[in-house]
């Protein structure tokens, strides 16, 4: 039987984190608890979160995968060095080389959740963990996460989050072999989602432009600056405008799958 979406997700215990193991543990239980019978492929390297998730998950073993993965054989390892290098010239010091590694990771655990079929699913999403933070996005969200049927994701396309406008200057720079350096908001990466049809193409798309950020010694660290670039010199990334928002629009993405 074929489903529809399966959720791809991760958390990593990290020795240096935005915020306590406390409160992201807060997080995880409330977006568990809100997915129910969705499929979910879960990354960690964290026994203690896989016992969190299998007792929540308790009812819905059968749609749930938990894949134990050190951080040092996750794909974009290969890119410490240069992360820390990053590190240096980062002007949010609580950021962390390793937080680098996770967040260029989420288009290969969504490369790798395709490859192992888990659940046979037309759409692959990935979902930052840590999105359901207030009660107020929760008790919206509960009942209506994710919508059945998704049909109007189109299989040759990307959906992420529109955070700002991109000017008429940032859209000229499609042509550019050199990455368009951002200083504002444009791309989230919170939410991805991608067909099976077109995951294969976007993995190559996504690492193929952080190594142009690699080649050209630009700051790679954040995934927003890759996705910005991908979106003004490729045409495969369909924009989604937060409308009506109930909540903070960083997480408008769940909102826009329940609807």
Wanted: proline residues 2%; hydrophobic residues 35%.
């Amino acid at each position: 039987m074929e489903n529809e979406i399966t959720l791809v997700t991760a958390y990593y215990e990290l020795p240096k984190k935005k915020y306590t193991s406390e409160t992201y543990i807060n997080w995880i239980i409330k977006y568990l608890n809100m997915i129910k019978e969705t499929n979910i492929v879960i990354y960690t390297n964290t026994e203690y979160i896989i016992e969190l998730i299998l007792k929540i998950r308790k009812d819905y073993l059968n749609n749930t995968k938990i894949i134990k993965k050190p951080l040092e054989s996750l794909y974009c390892a290969k890119y410490i060095e240069y992360f820390k290098t990053d590190y240096q010239r980062d002007i949010e010091r609580y950021h962390d080389p390793l937080l680098y590694l996770i967040w260029n990771n989420k288009t290969a655990f969504m490369y790798e959740t395709y490859k192992n079929n888990y659940f046979k699913s037309r759409l692959y999403i990935w979902t930052d963990i840590g999105m359901i933070r207030e009660q107020n996005t929760y008790n919206i969200l509960k009942d209506i996460f994710p919508k059945k049927n998704l049909n109007k994701i189109r299989d040759d396309k990307v959906y992420i989050l529109e955070v700002e406008k991109f000017l008429e200057n940032e859209l000229k720079e499609k042509d550019k072999d050199t990455p368009y350096i951002f200083k504002e908001n444009r791309c989230g990466g919170g939410v991805i989602i991608s067909s099976r049809n077109i995951i294969e193409k976007w993995n190559k798309i996504y690492y193929d432009m952080m190594d142009k950020f690699i080649e050209k010694n630009i700051f790679v660290g954040k995934d927003q600056n890759i996705l910005n670039n991908i979106y003004i010199k490729n045409n495969i990334i369909e924009l989604v405008k937060a409308e009506n928002v109930l909540f903070d629009k960083w997480f408008y993405m769940l909102y826009y799958l329940s609807i």
